[in-house]
Every structure is written in C-alpha cells, then in structure tokens.
C-alpha cells in the first residue's frame, strides 16, 4: 500500500520562510520557491550543487567522523595528513584544501570530543536520515533534524552538538535550529535532559548551552507543523498554477540579490542588476 505524503519541516525550511533577526532583508519567498519546488528542474538543480562554503562544511565535517574512526590518528604526527588523503583534498580547489586543512589542524591540536560518550556522529554526506512523525492537532507531519553530533553528559543528560565553519562568532548561531534539534530531542530521548550548542570548528566560537522548556517546544511544535503545511499548500498552488510562480513565491528584489544563488534565472534580480 502507498504511503500517504505528509507534509515536511525542518530548521532549513523555517529559515527561508523567516530570516533570522536583523537579516530580514536577505528573505525572499522566491529563493524558496527556487530551492524547496523547482529544485528538480536542471537550470535550478545545476546551481543547487554545493557551494564552496558548503563543500568546506562537509569535508570538515567528514574529517572530524575520520578522526574518531581512527582515533590513533589523532596521536600520529602525521594524523592530519593522512586524514586529508582519506578526504580526497588533493582533488579539491585550493581554497577548499586549504581551510579544511587549517579545520583538520585545529581539531588535532583541540579535538573536543575525545573523552565524551558519542551516541552518534555523522559523517556529512549520509542519505537523509528517517523523519520523525509528529502529530500536532488533527494532522501529522514529518519533522527533518540530522545532527552532527549526540553525545552523552556524565549525568546523563543528552548534548546535541552542531559543527560550524566559516565566520559566525559566538552571538551568530541562530537558535532556531538548537530548538529544532531540541524538539526532536524530546521525541528521540523522551525520558532524558536534552541540551544542544554549537561549535565553529574554523574559530573555536562556541555558543551557549541551548535549553528548552516543554512549554516552548509546544510552540516550535506548531510554528514547524503551521510552517509544513503552509509550504505544502504553496506546492499544490504551484503545480497547478506555473505561470504564478511569482505570485506564489514573490520576489524580494534588492541590493542582496547580487548574492544570490538563483540571480542568473531570476528575472526581478535581473532587473536589479540592470
């Protein structure tokens, strides 16, 4: 028998349907309308490929996994090394190779999870993982919150750990996503404490400890499921209704389009530029 779709959340689409704050003018409906409904198109699933700064994010997360499925690299004097053959750097851009060399340097000298009782770490290039199904009201939806790391406090209490890269400093973690993992948290380990942080792996800024009262999770609960189900309505529209893409998705047009990834297909950017 076939399943019945659900409509999905998941801390990458709350995010394109609300910026975080102070950054209110890099939102556009339209980049979601590009990334979550015309992704399979091959204009648009060409510039989905990963970007340098994702690509970094991915092979410093792969080399944090390494580490620790070969811990006696992390006592070699040529453990950095020999993790860069395993990631394959010498066939990446030297911008790339580079600075995921600097992350590989900086966790040998400072690796923070030797010593922790890992529950799960992922590799960062896994298939998506299962999502969780969660009944909010009369309906149900499907709740997205891969983790980089779990690992478990001497008292028991469970840690959702978020690896980082690039610039973001102590105060530049959005939160949002601590209170998605958080949220699935409360499903996974139901009878345990559950906290989550994060972790820049490039700088070393380390984020508070993120807690969540029930009452507050109740409210992300029906942020994500009001979110799930607005964007599944905005999918029927669109399949039904192409020629409203604009409508559907309207375009926040400005000086960030230049930034954008979907710039070169966007007419309103286009429009900016001109």
């Given at each position: 028998?076939?399943?019945?779709?659900?409509?999905?959340?998941?801390?990458?689409?709350?995010?394109?349907?609300?910026?975080?704050?102070?950054?209110?003018?890099?939102?556009?409906?339209?980049?979601?309308?590009?990334?979550?409904?015309?992704?399979?198109?091959?204009?648009?699933?060409?510039?989905?490929?990963?970007?340098?700064?994702?690509?970094?994010?991915?092979?410093?997360?792969?080399?944090?996994?390494?580490?620790?499925?070969?811990?006696?690299?992390?006592?070699?004097?040529?453990?950095?090394?020999?993790?860069?053959?395993?990631?394959?750097?010498?066939?990446?851009?030297?911008?790339?190779?580079?600075?995921?060399?600097?992350?590989?340097?900086?966790?040998?000298?400072?690796?923070?999870?030797?010593?922790?009782?890992?529950?799960?770490?992922?590799?960062g290039d896994e298939e998506i993982s299962e999502p969780l199904h969660i009944k909010q009201g009369n309906s149900i939806f499907r709740l997205y919150a891969p983790t980089d790391c779990i690992?478990t406090e001497s008292d028991g209490t469970v840690h959702i750990l978020d690896f980082k890269t690039g610039k973001s400093g102590q105060?530049?973690?959005?939160?949002?996503?601590?209170?998605?993992?958080?949220?699935?948290?409360?499903?996974?380990?139901?009878?345990?404490?559950?906290?989550?942080?994060?972790?820049?792996?490039?700088?070393?800024?380390?984020?508070?400890?993120?807690?969540?009262?029930?009452?507050?999770?109740?409210?992300?609960?029906?942020?994500?499921?009001?979110?799930?189900?607005?964007?599944?309505?905005?999918?029927?529209?669109?399949?039904?209704?192409?020629?409203?893409?604009?409508?559907?998705?309207?375009?926040?047009?400005?000086?960030?389009?230049?930034?954008?990834?979907?710039?070169?297909?966007?007419?309103?950017?286009?429009?900016?530029?001109?």
């Amino acid at each position: 028998m076939r399943k019945k779709w659900l409509p999905f959340a998941s801390y990458n689409l709350w995010s394109l349907f609300n910026s975080p704050v102070g950054k209110e003018e890099w939102h556009c409906d339209m980049k979601r309308g590009f990334k979550k409904v015309r992704n399979k198109e091959p204009q648009v699933k060409a510039l989905l490929e990963d970007t340098i700064p994702q690509k970094i994010g991915k092979l410093a997360q792969k080399g944090v996994y390494e580490f620790h499925q070969h811990t006696q690299l992390l006592k070699q004097s040529d453990g950095v090394e020999r993790v860069a053959v395993i990631l394959g750097l010498n066939r990446e851009v030297d911008e790339v190779k580079e600075r995921v060399v600097s992350i590989l340097n900086n966790y040998y000298k400072y690796p923070i999870l030797v010593g922790k009782n890992i529950y799960s770490l992922s590799r960062g290039d896994e298939e998506i993982s299962e999502p969780l199904h969660i009944k909010q009201g009369n309906s149900i939806f499907r709740l997205y919150a891969p983790t980089d790391c779990i690992f478990t406090e001497s008292d028991g209490t469970v840690h959702i750990l978020d690896f980082k890269t690039g610039k973001s400093g102590q105060n530049d973690f959005d939160r949002r996503q601590a209170y998605v993992y958080l949220l699935a948290g409360r499903y996974i380990f139901p009878n345990q404490t559950v906290i989550a942080s994060f972790y820049n792996l490039e700088n070393f800024s380390v984020s508070e400890i993120i807690e969540a009262n029930p009452e507050k999770l109740d409210f992300v609960q029906i942020e994500l499921a009001e979110i799930a189900k607005k964007h599944e309505e905005e999918k029927k529209l669109y399949r039904h209704n192409p020629n409203d893409f604009a409508k559907i998705f309207p375009p926040n047009p400005g000086s960030t389009c230049k930034y954008c990834l979907f710039n070169y297909i966007c007419q309103f950017s286009c429009e900016v530029s001109n």
